[in-house]
């Protein structure tokens, strides 16, 4: 029988969502996605309404099973509402990959109640809860998965983005405490910054301006950060717990 993963925020094709999804798959796992076209829609890269059911098109020509549900992860409950529905539609899960995420530009004059609490609710609450739902419903004894993605605001500034790497950097600590209280379940907790990646919001003149920091000379690619992930979603990282991964290319800040 085949593994299952849930994956957050996959709702763009060209996203790093999409490929874990695809990666993943081509594990022979069945897939479970959700995303939340109002948010995509709000930002400058914008999201076509097939999108979602384009991708679990491409999901099922792996021969696995593929669902999907568009949901709000900012709701109360909708942590449960989640895996409810992955149960129901598939069975237990076996991993989680939580992908998805909310950002905005914000700096320490513009930032207020409002727009703070918009990241916390997907950042921090979400991720924290459709984990520890997750790890309590998790029975196998072995092969559990939780992998968060982060992005890297342990390593240097974020200048203008206050509100994004104050929540995300909160994962790097959930990470690691919540690797320690799941291991007795069989579950392993790991996170991954990936670093800039284009999955379609960079601009040209950026895009060179980053490439130029990169020793292999471009920028990270969503397959970059799917490759990373279906290891870590793998049996051949049973002994990895715990860990903020920093896949970056060797990107030079500065």
């Given at each position: 029988m085949n593994k299952i993963a849930i994956i957050t925020?996959?709702?763009?094709?060209?996203?790093?969502?999409?490929?874990?999804?695809?990666?993943l798959a081509g594990q022979q796992m069945d897939i479970f996605f959700t995303y939340?076209?109002?948010?995509?829609?709000?930002m400058e890269w914008g999201i076509k309404e097939e999108e979602p059911s384009l991708l679990q098109k491409e999901i099922l020509q792996f021969?696995?099973?593929?669902?999907?549900?568009?949901?709000?992860?900012a709701v109360k409950y909708s942590h449960q509402v989640l895996l409810d529905e992955v149960e129901s539609k598939l069975g237990p899960a076996d991993v989680l990959v939580n992908n998805a995420a909310y950002s905005t530009s914000s700096s320490f004059k513009t930032l207020d109640e409002e727009e703070l609490l918009l990241h916390y609710l997907v950042n921090v609450k979400a991720t924290s809860l459709v984990s520890c739902e997750f790890a309590k419903r998790f029975s196998k004894g072995q092969g559990g998965r939780i992998i968060n993605l982060t992005s890297g605001q342990s390593l240097a500034p974020m200048p203008g983005e206050l509100a994004y790497a104050t929540t995300k950097g909160a994962i790097e600590a959930l990470t690691t405490t919540l690797s320690a209280e799941v291991a007795e379940k069989g579950i392993t907790v790991n996170a991954v910054n990936p670093g800039p990646t284009d999955t379609g919001w960079m601009s040209a003149d950026l895009k060179r301006q980053l490439t130029q920091k990169f020793p292999r000379g471009r920028v990270g690619v969503p397959q970059d950060v799917a490759n990373l992930v279906s290891f870590l979603a793998s049996e051949q990282s049973e002994w990895i717990t715990g860990q903020v991964i920093h896949s970056e290319g060797g990107f030079m800040r500065g």
């Open positions: 925020g996959a709702s763009r094709l060209q996203g790093i969502g999409a490929a874990i999804c695809r990666a939340w076209s109002p948010y995509d829609q709000e021969g696995v099973r593929c669902e999907k549900m568009e949901l709000n992860l």
